[in-house]
């Protein structure tokens, strides 16, 4: 069949992100197992960590020295990548074992006349170019997650010629792995793909997929609708892959659970098309699902992903006390939970459906002997159950085949592996350690072949490493605070080790370290939300309202409403004798008229400076001066949550992403490009993002207000009011406030269109206020004024003048407001009374 050329302006400074490209290609790629350095100093932080080149990426270099990459002359690109908003050609993902993933891509290139084109190419990966047939790139740095930058020049002819790129990437767990492509001088260029159907059906297709969009962010037991903000003028048939999808444990931006299904579901897409009917969410588990759209013509095969949030009746255990909620924990996890060790160990611990247990440790096993990333997290709830049931219960053979894979694990990086699994973050570390410790004391006298140490030994080891963990979160607190991601694979290790180490002194801390824990939990805690700003964030979590592990454990420690489905750690939980602290309830729920003020640093020499402002109906949550006006990651910098809705949640945050529901770090809404100047002043947080140092990010900073579940709502051109029950938020933008007319969300984003800005949310009560008009009248007559040249923002507040400097920070009355305590220790005040430490309340 003949091809047709189908063209696309290409404007300067614009990057090319339409490509047919072959599928992926990917090699298990694992190198020379060996010692690695052991350069884990107890310092933690967020963000990207030196680790060295490991196994498999030196086995790489060593393969790139020697090979010649080629054109190969059966290419094949029967899939389209359309970026849409995004410049990226982007592919980031995450694999458990090193793999090494390539895919070839083409496009044309059209010129009128001959002439010298310069394009700058930023990758992640390896990339190489052939312009007609003639390599013209080779950029081979492979920098894990570490962008490469460089620049060339293309003789284009008067007419069409045809680029192909080569892209790989190693991917070792999380793999940023993309390339941009921008046109840097050139001429009324144009970019193309020759393909085997008409110009008018590749672009309409293009705008429809890019068009197409869930009616809601949130479903409750209803049908997941389709819209679609473009109507072609040919019919298009669009089908939901109902099949391709990743493990369940990848801690990516999307949690997936229980979306594969037996028949196609599909829908047509034309001028008359009002929405369609996936499919209804009722009894699917509490979450946020991927949503891969297709469009296939001949053989050809075009592409969109999204995603949203399903959210069914919570299970109100409220009324039950403790005992009554772990026990209920660990029948329903029995009944419907997850495919996980955690839920045999509930099966264990209730003398209940042995078979179930034995499929789930058999199932257990495999991560653990292929030495999967998070495999720590795996073999955590096998020590506890070898511990307690060990030739009890399930088949001694069984057992055995547990036991042979404990005294065979890696436990620490000075042991041989080429595996990718993950011994730098804090949480990772706690739970290599206790995985270490239990397992040396379960097997004293035995050799671990991996290490060739006695279990004695690695006992001994695991308690030195453990003592240095305690001795640095005494010290500097979690660098991962808040997080609901990260604080239950904390919880896994802390009650593992404290419900099964037979050391007085380790089950003491990791117990004071759970108490202090829930503390924090039940603070930044309101109406069943675990909110507040946070060291690392995903998309699956802040979409997610109280479906996260964090809410499942908060719910059954705490009572409230409980969504099971995420319940690894809970099961713990339910499986110990561990009470929180009684201070919990009283952090939990404030009384009316009533307010809850709470300062602390976490993370490493005080860089997280938390403060939270909560009454009876919300709170605000924010860290200041974390790293500002440095490239982001995962932190999540402020946080408005409202007890009248689970889903009524505020944030603002600068993209580091324009894919939706894509997998970068940062991503589109969990994390920041650009750390932005934070502060907060009781119930007033201040932010001034400043992106000015960069070139190569995003141009705006946009807000979450989820005004289709609130009560009420205004907007105007600077400012947005909502009320959500009681709560009322107000939210100012030095820059005129752009909404999201289009796209997924719709109705809930708002832009801010600028490399420099300020912003500022005040939380209030209304029955301080009234009313939201009154509410309105009072943060306008804060009157808050930016001025750019002095990187400030000011409010009238009282008598005098609130600001905050990007520099010098915040300032009443020109007096600076120095951060207090410098203490990992929560201090607490209710009622505007004197910050004091926590356990002073509780004793």
Partial sequence: MNKNKIYWDLATNSAINRWAMSPAEETYFPGEARIMPDAVDYRFINGWVETGDLPCRESLREDIAQRTVSLPNDLSFPEIYFGGEDNRVDFSTFRFRPTLIERWLTCSLFSEQAQEVEFALETC????????GQKVVQLDHY????????SFTLNLPAGSCELIVFLEELHERDASCYFVLTLKKGDQIKTGLSLEIDEDEVKEI???LEGLRTNQVFYCNEDLLIEADYKPKKTTKVQLDTGSYPSETVTMNVLLDGMKMQEEVSFFVDQAFSSATLFNTKGLNAGCISLRFLVK??????SRSLGTTILPPAIDVTSLDLASRKTLALETMLSQGKEEPARALAALALKQQPELASRLIERALLPIQERHDCADFWILPLLWMYKSYGHSQLDPALWDRVKHEVLNFRYWLD???????WFWSENHVLCFHVAQYLAGSLFEDEIFPNSGKTGKQHKAQAHARLIRWFDSMDDHGLAEWNSAAYYPIDFLGLFTLMTNAEDDILVSRAKQLIDQIFIMVALHTTGSVCAGSQG??????????????????????????????YDRVTALLAVSDYQPPQLCQRL?????????????TQGLDHNAKITLWKSASSQLSTVSDYKTGQKGHQQHFLDVQTNAHPLARFWINHPGDLKVWGGSRPSYWAGNGVHPKVAQYKNIGFMIFDQRAFDDVINFTHAFVPAPVCDEFIEESHWLFARSGSALVGIYSSQALQPLKHGLYAGYEWRAYNDHCAWLVISGEIDDHKDLERFREHCLAHAPDFRPQENQINLNYGNGTLALNYLSGIHLEGKPIPFAPLSPTPH????????????DLSS
Avoid at 125 to 132: A, R
Avoid at 588 to 600: D, F, N, Q
Wanted: charged share 20%; net charge negative.
């Fill in 125 to 132: 990966g390896g990339v190489h170019i052939w312009q007609d």
């Fill in 297 to 302: 013509i001949g053989p050809l095969t075009f």
């Fill in 206 to 208: 293009e705008k429809t």
């Fill in 536 to 565: 690392r964030i995903y998309e699956k979590e802040l979409l997610a309202g109280p479906a996260t592990e964090l809410g499942s454990i908060a719910a059954i420690a705490f009572g409230g409403q409980w969504y099971p489905g």
């Fill in 828 to 839: 607490l005040a209710f009622c505007d009374a004197e910050l004091i430490p926590w356990k």
């Fill in 143 to 150: 920098q894990r997650n570490n962008p490469t930058n460089q």
């Fill in 588 to 600: 939990l729920s404030v009384p009316a008229g009533e307010s809850i003020y709470s300062r602390y």
């Fill in 415 to 421: 042991e041989p592996g080429n595996d990718v699994m």
